[in-house]
């Protein structure tokens, strides 16, 4: 479970600690960037083979680090979004849902991994069977994120977080009390 050390710990409610051996990638302005092109790679086609050479930048320099991994495997999400051909969309479709639920499984407590597969399963159509998966890693992101804010607060932007918050917000799956801390931790920053 290498690069789950923070998330292992979260996850039994102990105060996370960093590990020696996780490379600080958050603090990279490359990281930064490779999110930033892959959210807007999610409103625009035009961005994803820019996108995914800044995450393959990434890997090379940091390992194949699951929250990177992550960003790469929502690529291929995308490619099954904007493939015009059904049998690669459909084949890009079932590789990604393997490659992120394979990356839950590993890192069930890591909130960008949750982020990504719960908002890409979010929009997917009812009749795809992956309501409840959002649902829970939409629930696991809000416990998390109220949980530990000032590690989340070093680690993304206030932009991203308030992204985040917002689209917690938007699901109409997280109670208003909920939404309020949030907002208090995240959004007024």
Aim: proline fraction near 5%; include cysteine.
């Amino acid at each position: 479970m290498r690069g789950c050390a923070i998330g292992f710990v979260i996850g039994f409610g102990m105060t996370p600690l960093l590990s020696q051996n996780l490379p600080d990638f958050y603090s990279d302005s490359l990281y930064k960037r490779a999110q930033k092109l892959y959210f807007l790679a999610v409103q625009s086609e035009s961005y994803m083979e820019e996108a995914e050479r800044a995450i393959q930048s990434l890997i090379r320099i940091y390992g194949p680090q699951p929250p990177i991994q992550m960003y790469l495997y929502g690529l291929t999400a995308l490619k099954a979004r904007y493939s015009l051909n059904p049998l690669q969309k459909r084949d890009f479709f079932y590789q990604a849902v393997s490659q992120m639920d394979a990356m839950v499984r590993q890192c069930p407590s890591d909130p960008e991994i949750r982020f990504l597969r719960g908002s890409f399963y979010y929009y997917l159509p009812f009749f795809m069977g992956k309501r409840k998966e959002a649902e829970d890693d939409l629930r696991t992101l809000t416990r998390l994120l109220l949980q530990s804010p000032d590690l989340y607060k070093k680690r993304y932007t206030s932009e991203v977080l308030r992204a985040i918050v917002g689209f917690l917000e938007q699901s109409g799956w997280i109670g208003k009390e909920e939404i309020q801390r949030l907002r208090r931790l995240y959004v007024t920053l």
